[in-house]
Nanobody
């Protein structure tokens, strides 16, 4: 059973930083691409960042490029999303996701991901 558990969310002022973590278990973590998505109230869940199985390739939404950094530790089976220069528009529930199909491919499409964490709330005040 694949399990993903996010942590690290909270309330921060604009310009501040947060580090989200995702603990993964139940699959061959080191062989699978991982993604982060977010969903704000009244909006669809959108791609934030993705990382390939080695950690050598990362992909970001234009809205977070240059501010967010995604990394992974295949020994600890953890994924980390470092978020800097946060803006009020970054407020959302953030989800970690993984896949069992095309596992080597980082996708920006949420339908390509098969397992999701419970989410962690990030709130950025102006």
């Amino acid at each position: 059973q694949v399990q993903l558990v996010e942590s690290g969310g909270g309330l921060v002022q604009a310009g501040g930083s947060l580090r989200l973590s995702c603990a993964a278990s139940g699959h061959t973590f080191s062989s699978v691409a991982m993604g982060w998505f977010r969903q704000a109230p009244g909006k669809e869940r959108e791609f934030v960042a993705g990382i390939n199985w080695t950690g050598e390739s990362t992909y970001y939404a234009d809205s977070v490029k240059g501010r967010f950094t995604l990394s992974r530790d295949n020994v600890k089976t953890m994924v980390y999303l470092q978020m800097n220069s946060l803006k009020p528009e970054d407020t959302a529930v953030y989800y970690c996701a993984t896949k069992v199909r095309n596992i080597w491919v980082v996708s920006r499409d949420r339908d390509e991901y098969d397992y999701w964490g419970q989410g962690t709330q990030v709130t950025v005040s102006a």
